[in-house]
């Protein structure tokens, strides 16, 4: 394949990525706080959320933070019609100042159609941080979709 022919797929692919983050005028797509958003037959929603805590754990493992955790709950279900996967890993916080922060928490799952489950995710923020929004994410490559904290 000519090298031009692959710059052009990835200036495609970049495009319809960032497109995929707005509406018809321009807006980001965020949902309001609350609300069930979707992503590649995921559903993904937010059950609460805290900031403080200094220390979390789970099960024998123990995370110190280094400033302070925002910890996310938040409720998976497959509304596809064949099993879907998402990691931990790719979900994303985002502050008042537009800074992004990944979890301290990894960890691949699969669902089965119409299968929930509750998870939580803690992200280690610089003490005093504003959490804005969640981008949650059904995998490495997904554009995600986008809920308000607030």
Known sequence: MPRWAVVLIFVVVGLICIGSLFDANGNSKTAAAGSAVHDDGIRFEVISWGQGATETRDGLLFDEAQGEFVIVKFTVTNVAKEP???????????????????????????????????????????????????????????????????
């Not at 299968?115 to 803690?122: D, L």
């Not at 003490?127 to 490559?141: H, R």
């Open 84 to 150: 879907k996967s998402y990691s931990l890993s790719s979900q994303r916080l985002i502050d008042g100042e537009g800074r992004e922060f990944e979890p301290i928490s990894s960890g691949h799952t699969s669902l089965n159609p119409g299968f929930s489950e509750e998870e939580s995710i803690a992200f280690d923020v610089p003490k005093g941080t504003t959490p804005k929004l969640v981008i949650f994410k059904s995998g490495f490559f997904s554009s995600g979709a986008r809920v308000n904290l607030d």
